[in-house]
């Protein structure tokens, strides 16, 4: 799905003017509320990327205003009348292209979001680093430098790229840029709506007036929405936050993110937010805070953007997804493998390795009907060379396959690869195969028979019983997979 249109409102010089007033990141955000403010009058649906940075859906203030050039007119008016602030507007397909489209102050025209980015600087990739500390920015960084040292210095020479070839070189990290070179969204579509019950609501007694007591509330709510997301799988990647004053005046502010947020980023943007509205001057609420609501806006799949290897995000689980990806780089794409579940009819068939960092999205659907699949459990272990075979019945006649699927005698014992045969202690199926059967020679026909046996018939081990699947395929026994 392509990116929806996006207007960008950038303050070139506000890290510079918020400093000069203030001095630190958290004063940067307070300083920046009332430009948000003032946005927010304008066109609703104002989302915060970082402080001198904000992000709002085109659709609304393009209808309400008549055109894009309206609406980028209007901003930027009533800003420097309002606030007394110098600001530029860039509108164009996907954040990524807008923001740079503010820094250049364009409007891009609709689908033209990838020829505006090819000709740019592959260091447009680069990402600021929001909290203190900002590990993936570092690692944007590491990977621009890596990019132009291999010679790619345009944004549409990355985006020339298989997709492939970056996830195995690149890793996650890249797959990401890559996409944004692309003109796409850094992320694929994962959303979830997110449950009702998991927005955290505070009730603050008493009510909150100073800023150096936004900090604990801000902590100690953060932890609380973590916890509830982790326990579901999820991540979020747009947070909404809301306080209601003793006077009763309600306030709201969303928080745009590019990944998962962690509980120190989640503790961040309250803290941020809770600092702007305490001390801005020109939307300060005229009481005490008393209730505090955080509402994961927008939520993925905790797997979605492969946070991790072990456990809740981290930075133990960065540095080792970072070492695989070295490992990669090392000994080739194929080095780190992880197993992709699809759909299908044989074990084999449902189980892709894909290199780490890959995309993981299954070969075939998982949900669809499959006829003539293979019931659990599946064999733990599938076989890349088969084993031939021979099942026999207890008067030691070969027990074969009919045209009509059964089979021509009750299995008493399996003899695998010239092996002594093994008494079969139980058995299950057969389950007939048949696929393909319209392409003239392309087609198969095939029987599956589950067997457990008294001991393992390759005699390789001691293990007792032991199960395996086998096959029948024209008139031929082998066995393809083991249960262990």
Same mark, same amino acid.
């Given at each position: 799905?392509?990116?929806?249109?996006?207007?960008?409102?950038?303050?070139?010089?506000?890290?510079?003017? =918020?400093?000069?007033?203030?001095?630190?990141?958290?004063?940067?955000?307070?300083?920046?509320?009332?430009?948000?403010?003032?946005?927010?009058?304008?066109?609703?649906?104002?989302?915060?990327?970082?402080?001198?940075?904000?992000?709002?859906?085109?659709?609304?203030?393009?209808? /309400?205003?008549?055109?894009?050039?309206?609406?980028?007119?209007?901003?930027?008016?009533?800003?420097?009348?309002?606030? $007394?602030?110098?600001?530029?507007?860039?509108?164009?397909?996907?954040?990524?292209?807008?923001?740079?489209?503010?820094?250049? @102050?364009?409007?891009?025209?609709?689908? #033209?979001?990838?020829?505006?980015?090819? *000709?740019?600087?592959?260091?447009?990739?680069?990402?600021?680093?929001?909290?203190?500390?900002?590990?993936?920015?570092?690692?944007?960084?590491?990977?621009?430098?890596?990019?132009?040292?291999?010679?790619?210095?345009?944004?549409?020479?990355? =985006?020339?790229?298989?997709?492939?070839?970056?996830?195995? &070189?690149?890793?996650?990290?890249?797959?990401?840029?890559?996409?944004? =070179?692309?003109?796409?969204?850094?992320?694929?579509?994962?959303?979830?709506?997110?449950?009702?019950?998991?927005?955290?609501?505070?009730?603050?007694?008493?009510?909150?007036?100073?800023?150096?007591?936004?900090?604990?509330?801000?902590?100690?709510?953060?932890?609380?929405?973590?916890?509830?997301?982790?326990?579901?799988?999820?991540?979020?990647?747009?947070?909404?936050?809301?306080?209601?004053?003793?006077? $009763?005046?309600?306030?709201?502010?969303?928080?745009?993110?590019?990944?998962?947020?962690? !509980?120190?980023?989640?503790?961040?943007?309250?803290?941020?937010?809770?600092?702007?509205?305490?001390?801005?001057?020109?939307? &300060? !609420?005229?009481?005490?805070?008393?209730?505090?609501?955080?509402?994961? %806006?927008?939520?993925?799949?905790?797997?979605?953007?492969?946070?991790?290897?072990?456990?809740?995000?981290?930075?133990?689980?960065?540095?080792?997804?970072?070492?695989?990806?070295?490992?990669? $780089?090392?000994?080739?794409?194929?080095?780190?493998?992880?197993?992709?579940?699809? $759909? #299908?009819?044989? !074990?084999?068939?449902?189980?892709?390795?894909?290199?780490?960092?890959?995309? !993981?999205?299954?070969?075939?659907?998982?949900?669809?009907?499959w006829p003539g699949q293979l019931p659990a459990p599946s064999p733990s272990r599938a076989l890349s060379r088969p084993l031939p075979a021979e099942v026999l019945d207890d008067a030691g006649c070969a027990v074969e396959m009919s045209g009509r699927g059964q089979l021509? @005698?009750?299995? /008493?014992?399996?003899?695998?690869?010239?092996?002594?045969?093994?008494?079969?202690?139980?058995? =299950?199926?057969?389950?007939?195969?048949?696929?393909?059967?319209?392409? *003239?020679?392309?087609?198969?026909?095939?029987?599956?028979?589950?067997?457990?046996?008294?001991?393992?018939?390759?005699?390789?081990?001691?293990? %007792?019983?032991?199960?395996?699947?086998?096959?029948?395929?024209?008139?031929?026994?082998?066995?393809?997979?083991? /249960?262990?």
């Open positions: 799905m392509a990116p929806t249109r996006v207007v960008v409102v950038w303050c070139p010089d506000w890290p510079v003017g =918020a400093g000069a007033a203030a001095g630190d990141l958290d004063r940067d955000t307070r300083v920046f509320e009332p430009v948000v403010a003032v946005v927010e009058a304008q066109s609703p649906g104002v989302e915060v990327v970082r402080p001198g940075l904000v992000a709002v859906p085109a659709r609304g203030p393009t209808r /309400y205003f008549g055109s894009e050039p309206a609406v980028a007119e209007r901003i930027v008016k009533v800003a420097a009348a309002q606030v $007394g602030v110098r600001c530029q507007i860039g509108i164009a397909d996907g954040l990524f292209a807008a923001t740079l489209a503010a820094h250049r @102050g364009l409007l891009v025209p609709p689908d #033209g979001s990838v020829e505006f980015l090819a *000709p740019l600087s592959i260091t447009e990739l680069r990402q600021p680093a929001v909290t203190k500390g900002d590990q993936s920015a570092a690692d944007r960084a590491a990977l621009v430098d890596l990019l132009h040292r291999l010679g790619l210095r345009t944004l549409g020479a990355f =985006a020339a790229l298989p997709l492939d070839d970056v996830a195995s &070189r690149f890793g996650l990290d890249g797959v990401r840029a890559h996409r944004l =070179a692309r003109g796409l969204d850094e992320r694929p579509l994962a959303r979830r709506d997110p449950p009702v019950d998991l927005t955290v609501t505070r009730w603050l007694d008493p009510p909150l007036k100073r800023v150096d007591a936004a900090a604990f509330a801000s902590r100690e709510g953060a932890e609380q929405l973590n916890t509830a997301l982790a326990s579901r799988g999820l991540a979020c990647v747009r947070l909404g936050i809301s306080a209601r004053t003793e006077a $009763g005046e309600e306030l709201h502010r969303v928080w745009r993110c590019a990944g998962p947020l962690t !509980p120190s980023g989640i503790a961040d943007r309250v803290r941020w937010q809770l600092d702007g509205w305490l001390t801005s001057r020109g939307s &300060r !609420p005229s009481a005490g805070i008393t209730q505090l609501r955080l509402i994961p %806006e927008e939520v993925i799949s905790g797997q979605a953007l492969q946070r991790g290897l072990w456990g809740e995000p981290g930075d133990d689980d960065e540095r080792a997804s970072r070492a695989l990806v070295r490992v990669q $780089g090392m000994l080739g794409p194929e080095a780190v493998l992880t197993g992709v579940l699809g $759909g #299908g009819r044989d !074990p084999t068939d449902r189980v892709r390795l894909v290199p780490g960092g890959d995309d !993981p999205t299954p070969a075939r659907e998982v949900d669809l009907p021509t @005698g009750v299995p /008493y014992r399996i003899a695998v690869d010239g092996n002594p045969p093994r008494q079969v202690l139980s058995w =299950a199926g057969p389950w007939l195969l048949e696929e393909r059967w319209w392409e *003239p020679g392309g087609g198969r026909r095939c029987a599956r028979l589950q067997a457990v046996l008294d001991a393992d018939p390759t005699g390789h081990t001691a293990a %007792e019983p032991f199960a395996v699947l086998l096959t029948c395929e024209t008139d031929h026994w082998r066995v393809e997979g083991i /249960y262990d």
